[in-house]
C-alpha cells in the first residue's frame, strides 16, 4: 500500500497563503489524488483533486484560491492555498486511490486566525 506524508500546515493570518505536500512512497504517475479537510466537529469533506489523468476539480469553497498540482519526478502532490479564510481551518488529509482502496496521509493541521 502506497504511503503518504502530508507537511506544510501551520497557522497563518486571513488573507494569507500555504502550500501543502503530499509525498507518495511509490510513483504517482497515473495515480488519483484528493486533498480532504476535517474541521473542527465537521464530517471529512472534498477540497480539491487530481486525477489520474492530470486534470484537477475544486469545491465552490476554494475555486479560484487553492491550486492541486503534482510533481510525478518527486513523488509529490501539493496544494497551494492562498486567500485563506478562518472557515479554511482544519486537518487537511492527502489520499489516493489506487486499485478498490484509498490510502490516507496522517493529516497536517491548517489554522487561519482573523
Known amino acids: 500500500q502506497v504511503q503518504l506524508v502530508e507537511s506544510g500546515g501551520g497557522l497563518v493570518q486571513a488573507g494569507g497563503s500555504l502550500r501543502l505536500s503530499c509525498k507518495a512512497s511509490i510513483s504517482i504517475f497515473s495515480i488519483h489524488f484528493d486533498w480532504y479537510r476535517q474541521a473542527l466537529g465537521q464530517q471529512r469533506a472534498l477540497v480539491a483533486q487530481i486525477t489520474s489523468g492530470g486534470s484537477a476539480n475544486y469545491v465552490d469553497s476554494v475555486k479560484g484560491r487553492f491550486t492541486i498540482s503534482r510533481d510525478v519526478a518527486k513523488n509529490t502532490v501539493d496544494l497551494q492555498m492562498n486567500s485563506l479564510k478562518p472557515d479554511d481551518t482544519a486537518v487537511y488529509y492527502c489520499?489516493?486511490?489506487?486499485?478498490?482502496?484509498?490510502?490516507w496521509g496522517q493529516g497536517t493541521q491548517v489554522t487561519v486566525s482573523s
Open positions: 489520499t489516493a486511490v489506487h486499485g478498490p482502496q484509498r490510502a
